[in-house]
Nanobody, 120 residues
């Protein structure tokens, strides 16, 4: 079962590292998404099966880093310089190919989400 973890309540400027784990994760492109209260789910960052390719939304560029360790069946999202507007439930999802990474409907599995709350 796909598991997302590592969320919590922090102050603005702090850091958090999220983890997304499932056996066999190395076969998938993995995306991190977030959903703020009252808003739709938006992509944050995505990484391909080998870690050679990654992509970030503008709000994440320079502050967040996506990485993976396939030997540990885990994909990470390091979040630095957190802002109150980063408050959301963060989800990880699995896509069968990098070419599907921008299409949420193409993701074949989703974790349950982990809550990140950033206070000012």
């Amino acid at each position: 079962q796909l598991q997302a973890s590592g969320g919590g309540s922090v102050q603005a400027g702090d850091s958090l590292k999220l983890s997304c784990s499932v056996s066999g994760i190395g076969a998938y492109t993995v995306g991190w998404f977030r959903q703020a209260p009252g808003k739709g789910r938006k992509r944050v960052a995505v990484i391909d099966e080998t870690g050679a390719l990654s992509d970030y939304q503008d709000f994440a560029e320079g502050r967040f880093t996506i990485s993976r360790d396939n030997s540990k069946n885990t994909v990470y999202l390091q979040m630095n310089s957190l802002k109150p507007e980063d408050t959301a439930i963060y989800y990880c999802g699995l896509a069968r190919s990098w070419r599907y990474s921008e299409v949420q409907e193409k993701y074949v599995d989703w974790g349950q989400g982990t809550l990140v709350t950033v206070s000012s």
